[in-house]
């Protein structure tokens, strides 16, 4: 079993900056992929961001390249998501995911290829 806790989350204005920090329990978290979501109302879950296991190799969401960060800590079993600039459109609740399935070298993008999620963090930017 691999348990996900998120934290970083609250209310924040315009251009400003939060980092969430997903703390992983398990002996798995290095070698595994993982990832960041998120989910406004009424919208379905989307990729925000992405790391392989090394954190070598990193994805990020078309809208939110130039303001988002995903980073690891392998030592601390903590991934990342520094977000600056914010903007309303990312108002969200903001999960993680890890997939503990072999990951090989990549970072993945979909849902589906995660095996265990937090229960999430929400996000929000006043404009």
């Known amino acids: 079993q691999v348990q996900l806790v998120e934290s970083g989350g609250g209310l924040v204005q315009t251009g400003g900056s939060l980092r969430l920090s997903c703390a992983a329990s398990?002996?798995?978290?290095?070698?595994?992929?993982m990832g960041w979501f998120r989910q406004a109302p009424g919208k379905e879950r989307e990729v925000v961001a992405g790391n392989n296991w090394s954190g070598s190799r990193t994805y990020l969401t078309d809208s939110v390249k130039g303001r988002f960060t995903i980073s690891r800590d392998n030592a601390k079993n903590t991934v990342f998501l520094q977000m600056n600039g914010l903007k309303p459109e990312d108002t969200a609740v903001y999960y993680c995911a890890a997939r503990i399935r072999d990951s090989g070298p990549w970072y993945y993008t979909r849902p589906a290829d995660y095996d265990y999620w937090g229960q999430g963090t929400q996000v929000t930017v006043s404009s």
């Open positions: 398990g002996r798995t978290f290095s070698n595994s992929a």
